[in-house]
């Protein structure tokens, strides 16, 4: 499979409910970075943790980061409706110029 | 402030037709380019990158070819399109080490 793959592929929750997406690599990263995508619309970065680091906080976004499982998870508390978007994460991966996408989460949050 | 300017937004192309998309970008100096194609409800594919005027680095074989005339413009072009160049284009600039930026991107569809 390739480098960041999220999982679940789809998430359907209620308003108010929290979030959890999931994101697996393989290899060696300087950090890992979130972004999230509208329908039809670029991509708008979120989040950044660095190798160094093990959690992160951005208002409702909650990121953590274990190298040792190359794992990576993004939570999003008190989720309201506009927070419906795909979400990805992406590697800046050692030795490489540039990131490494994966397929994304489509989460859909019911008023 | 930095922007990101992509165009056109919709296109419609026949088969074995030209292409070329443009993207430029303001308020910032030496950027990192890239342009992506993302499959409908999938992630981003990388097609090049640039880190410099003339400097392109190509991620996957196909019939398309990317330029960077100047520091803040990329373009994406092809002299034949193929029905799989159908997608969403997606253009990105970065400064080294940070997160990346999107535009807004082109859906081309190939007839």
């Known amino acids: 499979s390739q480098q960041g793959e999220e999982d679940p592929q789809a998430l359907s929750i209620q308003e108010g409910e929290n979030a959890t997406m999931n994101c697996s690599y393989k290899t060696s990263i300087n950090n890992l970075q979130w972004y999230r995508q509208n329908s039809g619309r670029g991509l708008v970065h979120l989040i950044l943790i660095r190798s160094n680091e093990r959690e992160k906080h951005s208002g409702r976004l909650r990121v953590t980061l274990d190298t040792s499982k190359k794992s990576s998870s993004l939570l999003i508390t008190a989720s309201r409706a506009a927070d419906t978007a795909s979400y990805f994460c992406a590697t800046d991966a050692l030795g490489r110029r540039a990131l490494t996408f994966g397929s994304g989460t489509r989460l859909q949050v019911q008023p | 402030s930095q922007t990101i300017h992509q165009w056109p937004a919709t296109l419609v192309q026949p088969v074995g037709s030209p292409l070329s998309l443009e993207c430029t970008v303001e308020?910032?100096?030496?950027?990192?380019l890239y342009w992506y194609r993302q499959a409908a409800g999938r992630g981003l594919q990388l097609l090049f990158y640039?880190?410099?005027?003339?400097?392109i680095s190509s991620e996957v074989p196909q019939n398309l070819s990317a330029s960077r005339p100047q520091d803040r413009q990329f373009i994406l072009s092809s002299k034949k399109l193929l029905l799989s160049d159908s997608g969403f284009y997606l253009c990105a600039w970065s400064d080294r080490d940070q997160p990346q930026h999107f535009g807004d991107g082109t859906r081309l569809s190939i007839l």
């Open positions: 308020g910032t100096s030496n950027p990192n």
């Open positions: 640039s880190v410099g005027i003339g400097q």
